[in-house]
């Protein structure tokens, strides 16, 4: 079975995400891969739109292979970047904020 992962809030803003095959991996393994990315990347635990806390949760994939499943991945990956873009640039994430508040600071 495909399942998609993905490190949310509680508002459903996603940090990151990520495809697998439960006959390949398992969840256990999947949560300790986005454990892994926290520390590598340096992610807070925190949304950057909302700044609420970030947890994984993990969802059947609508779609029957991982291939698809990555594709439509990909797809709402770019939306959400570019409404998260707008958001940036109107001032409306915890980030901009909290960066703005620092810029003023200096």
Excluded: K
């Excluded at 806390?53 to 709402?76: D, G, I, K, N």
């Excluded at 770019?78 to 109107?90: G, H, K, N, Y």
């Amino acid at each position: 079975m495909i399942w998609v992962a993905q490190w949310t809030c509680p508002q459903n803003h996603a940090a990151f995400a990520t495809a697998y095959d439960d006959a390949v991996r398992t969840r256990a393994e999947v949560d300790a891969w986005g454990e892994s990315i926290f520390a590598e990347v340096g992610l807070r635990r925190r949304c950057g739109i909302c700044d609420g806390p970030v947890a994984a949760e993990h969802e059947r994939s609508p779609f029957p292979t991982l291939e698809e499943t990555v594709a439509a991945m990909v797809v709402s990956q770019q939306a959400q970047m570019e409404s998260r873009a707008i958001l940036d640039a109107l001032g409306q994430t915890h980030d901009e904020r909290r960066r703005r508040r620092i810029e003023r600071s200096n």
